[in-house]
């Protein structure tokens, strides 16, 4: 249940409130962005749907590639959005750009960030005989729970941040967007230094900053709740307090403006009629206002508390410390027979420990390093018959164990002699870069 409380919520949490504020702020009345951006939402669905029944039936997209697809031209169009939409209200032709890039960000958005929604379900059941059990049904309920948790924030920032004037609202959906790019860029690098596009050796001190900062990526989740109670309390505090009403009275060409200021946001009103409306509108929006807060509490403490619990319950056990002779490591199948996982560590001429993995399987062996393309150098835990990754909580098979692609340990060349596993050091040294 855990892992998709906290699976479900990283995925989603920045792209739900994130266009929560794009389309409050930036389509209200206005039918034809409001349309397109309709349409982008529907292409990016469609699109994520697409990819995740391709990666989990063919296995041939490769996540980081897809990503980088994705996100470069994502950040991109980010970068021009901000930069045009502080002139959209000066220059026709920036908000020509803003309505051009509106509609691209959503649909990349919800391209990018779906495709793990589409394909959680389908580990629900990874290393189970039946799925008539309680672990199965709380992994549904996890991450049916997180799910409808987003999509109450996302509907409480949506209507909290409508009508808002553009002098509030602007500079906090900026720190919104920014900390998305953020967020955004941290992934893109990480997939660039998975597939070597950024040469660990040539770019050591910048690759040994960006893992700092990845492995303080949840002060970025921190900010952005922070960045979205403070739209909410400020439109709170702010908008609720001045509620201006504009009126046709007397003559054709006077139109007087009625302030309100109170406490409650009305002090007066043309009629009665208004003045009940204009109260309904308030509370309405003091709702929404209480919903959000509420909301971002429950994604924290599902996303961060849930992390924390899941970190306290595992405990995985030190690797077994190896050497090897005239570069070679030899480990008898015999040790295998047990079918359970087994760790191992080698520590290499500079120094580095290279961790490694072996179990028996159903026709064989099941070697990897004791890392992901995805999760990096977390490693992996064995938990009643599962082995299960230890960053993103995952039960991988383990009939693909062996396997390139997912969250699957990544494999490497060795070789079976004389019922013994012979792995050789210079194939481990050419993963050295991963475990620096």
């Not at 995740?52 to 980088?68: C, G, M, Q, S, V």
């Not at 697809?69 to 920036?94: G, H, Y």
């Not at 001045?242 to 302030?259: C, E, M």
Request: net charge positive.
């Amino acid at each position: 249940m855990l892992e998709y409380l906290i699976n479900v919520t990283d995925t989603l949490f920045f792209t739900l409130v994130l266009i929560a504020i794009l389309i409050s702020g930036f389509t209200e009345n206005q039918k034809g962005r409001r349309k397109s951006a309709a349409i982008a939402a529907a292409l990016g669905f469609i699109t994520a749907l697409t990819i995740a029944i391709l990666r989990y039936n063919t296995k041939l997209i490769t996540r980081e590639y897809y990503d980088l697809i994705v996100l470069i031209p994502l950040i991109i169009t980010q970068i021009v959005f901000m930069f045009f939409m502080f002139f959209r209200l000066r220059f026709k032709w920036a908000d020509t750009i803003v309505s051009i890039c509106l509609p691209i960000m959503l649909y990349l958005l919800l391209a990018y960030s779906l495709v793990d929604i589409f394909l959680y379900p389908s580990e629900f059941a990874v290393g189970m005989d039946n799925i008539y059990n309680e672990d199965f049904a709380l992994k549904w309920f996890g991450y049916v729970l997180a799910l409808s948790t987003l999509f109450i924030l996302h509907y409480s920032v949506y209507h909290s941040s409508l009508g808002a004037s553009r002098k509030i609202f602007m500079p906090l959906a900026s720190a919104i967007l920014a900390l998305v790019m953020i967020h955004e860029l941290l992934m893109a690098f990480s997939a660039l230094i998975n597939r070597n596009f950024i040469d660990r050796k040539a770019h050591e001190a910048l690759v040994e900053r960006l893992f700092f900062i990845s492995d303080h990526i949840d002060w970025l989740f921190y900010f952005a709740c922070l960045a979205t109670a403070a739209v909410a309390a400020t439109l709170f505090v702010v908008e609720n307090r001045k509620i201006f009403i504009v009126a046709q009275k007397g003559a054709a060409n006077r139109d007087p403006l009625y302030a309100a200021a109170s406490a409650r946001g009305i002090i007066s009103a043309p009629n009665p009629a208004i003045r009940r409306k204009l109260i309904a509108e308030s509370n309405s929006k003091r709702r929404f206002y209480i919903l959000t807060t509420i909301s971002l509490f429950a994604a924290a403490l599902f996303a961060k508390g849930g992390s924390y619990l899941a970190e306290m319950e595992v405990q995985i056990t030190p690797p077994i410390e190896i050497t090897a002779e005239n570069g070679v490591i030899t480990l008898p199948l015999e040790q295998f027979d047990d079918g359970r996982l087994k760790r191992f560590a080698y520590k290499n001429a500079n120094g580095v420990e290279i961790r490694f993995l072996v179990i028996k399987k159903r026709g064989g062996y099941g070697v990897g390093l004791d890392a992901c393309e995805i999760c990096g150098v977390a490693g992996y835990y064995e938990e009643d018959d599962k082995v299960i990754c230890a960053k993103c909580g995952v039960a991988i098979n383990k009939a693909t164990i062996g396997f390139r692609g997912g969250c699957n340990p990544i494999p490497f060349a060795y070789e079976i002699t004389n019922s013994t596993l012979r792995i050789f050091t210079k194939t481990l040294d050419e993963e050295e870069k991963r475990f620096r």
